[in-house]
T-cell receptor, first 114, second 110 residues
Framework: ETGVTQSPTHLIKTRGQQVTLRCSSQ?????VSWYQQALGQGPQFIFQ???????GRGNFPPRFSGLQFPNYSSELNVNALELDDSALYLC?????????????FGPGTRLLVL | KQEVTQIPAALSVPEGENLVLNCSFT??????LQWFRQDPGKGLTSLLL?????REQTSGRLNASLDKSSGRSTLYIAASQPGDSATYLC?????????FGKGTHLIIQP
């Protein structure tokens, strides 16, 4: 157990809808990162938040957005869902900002877009 | 742009064998390299983290090495067991966050 939790575990949406996924980091971890893992692929970096501010972003469009809250929880929001957004979404928390620390992953939310 | 390649993509061996999983990366400007295990439909479990200044890390039957200058890492699993069956992911941590390979799908036959 990493102490990182995610909700919901599974979700089904239709194309064009909006979705919010939630993550609760380990207490004291100021950095949260979100990843998208398509079937048979490695996770792809979406973005990272440090102390409630976006601190890095991968190659994802603006319809992927996030929030981080002072209580170590965070959200990933995806607007105008597309079929290709179907994937396992993982969040990871770590202590610092620079990237030298271990990232602890949650169990993921599996999203299916029909 | 960092690219991570893992070889082989899949591996099936009898129980008890020692085995080596390979990972290569294109940009040596990394903070660290991490090996993960992923069971089907599950999240990632961190196995070993090697800082860029280190050469290897060991945990139980697992040993990971890092040669940053050549852009290579290996994960050595000794005396494999059926419970080791999973997908093993290599990830390098750079300025753009973690970049993952596609993984090696490992099956240990009882």
């Amino acid at each position: 157990e990493t102490g990182v939790t995610q909700s919901p575990t599974h979700l089904i949406k239709t194309r064009g809808q909006q979705v919010t996924l939630r993550c609760s980091s380990q207490s004291g971890h100021n950095t949260v990162s979100w990843y998208q893992q398509a079937l048979g692929q490695g996770p792809q970096f979406i973005f990272q938040y440090y102390r409630e501010e976006e601190n890095g972003r991968g190659n994802f469009p603006p319809r992927f957005s996030g929030l981080q809250f002072p209580n170590y929880s965070s959200e990933l929001n995806v607007n105008a869902l597309e079929l290709d957004d179907s994937a396992l979404y993982l969040c990871a928390s770590s202590l610092g900002r620079t990237g030298g620390e271990t990232q602890y992953f949650g169990p993921g939310t599996r999203l299916l877009v029909l | 742009k960092q690219e991570v390649t893992q070889i082989p993509a899949a591996l099936s061996v009898p129980e008890g064998e020692n085995l080596v999983l390979n990972c290569s990366f294109t940009d040596s400007a990394i903070y660290n390299l991490q090996w993960f295990r992923q069971d089907p439909g599950k999240g990632l479990t961190s196995l070993l983290l090697i800082q860029s200044s280190q050469r290897e890390q060991t945990s139980g039957r697992l040993n990971a090495s890092l040669d940053k200058s050549s852009g290579r890492s290996t994960l050595y699993i000794a005396a494999s067991q059926p419970g080791d069956s999973a997908t093993y992911l290599c990830a390098v941590h750079g300025a753009d966050g973690l970049t993952f390979g596609k993984g090696t799908h490992l099956i240990i036959q009882p």
